[in-house]
């Protein structure tokens, strides 16, 4: 699967613009900053391939990578931007919204939440939209070289008692460092089994 390499294939602002449902999907979301792009980088082995999802103006799109034979890898637009301006945030959740439930071949979100925080509020929310979506989500911790062992035994505490309440969770964690490596076989094997 991840053998052949991975491509940027477009970015997509409405339903109508998704590639054809015709292979397995899964998807990343978190918080701006939270390590989206390196993860994404690291499992692909690509230094800058979601560097676009980052750049001003490309930040709203749903991004779609692939490979030939292999899954549909999306990068959704980071979130919890205070700064946003409201019909610009109410656009993309509407966009989330659409795609979460409409998308017959996603398999599974992986949402990432950065070790040194824990899920936060608006992370809450998203888990929650996922649960009403009815699509699994496994979450990635990133970052994880930041943080000592006591706060990773800490963290994992946290966010175990957080996803307590959401039907939708997968009970294992992928814990992750795109900077060291760590945890990178782990998730590309979990995304290797979906298929
Ligand atoms: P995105 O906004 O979620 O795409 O986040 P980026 O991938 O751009 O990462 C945000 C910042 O966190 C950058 O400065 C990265 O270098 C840093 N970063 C991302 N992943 C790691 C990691 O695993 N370890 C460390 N130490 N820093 C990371």
């Known amino acids: 699967l991840f053998a052949a390499p991975v491509d940027f294939l477009k970015g997509v602002v409405a339903m109508s613009g998704m590639p054809p449902a015709d292979r397995v999907e899964v998807c990343f979301a978190g918080r701006s900053n939270v390590g989206k792009s390196s993860l994404i980088n690291a499992l692909t082995n690509r230094k800058n391939l979601a560097r676009a999802s980052n750049t001003p103006g490309r930040t709203q799109e749903i991004n779609f990578f692939t490979t030939t034979g292999g899954p549909y890898l999306v990068d959704l637009p980071g979130y919890g931007f205070a700064e946003a301006p409201v019909p610009v945030v109410k656009k993309w959740q509407d966009l989330l919204k659409a795609y979460l439930s409409g998308r017959v071949n996603l398999r599974r979100a992986f949402v990432l939440i950065d070790a040194r925080h824990g899920v936060k509020k608006v992370d809450d929310e998203i ?18 070289d930041k943080i000592s062992r006591a706060e990773r035994e800490a963290v994992l505490e946290q966010v175990k008692g957080a996803l307590a309440k959401h039907p939708a969770a997968h009970p294992e964690l992928i814990v992750t460092s795109s900077e060291k490596g760590e945890g990178i076989d782990v998730l590309r094997t979990v995304i290797t089994t979906l298929e």
């Open 127 to 144: 888990l929650s939209l996922l649960d009403r979506s009815a699509v699994t989500f496994q979450v990635v911790l990133t970052k994880v």
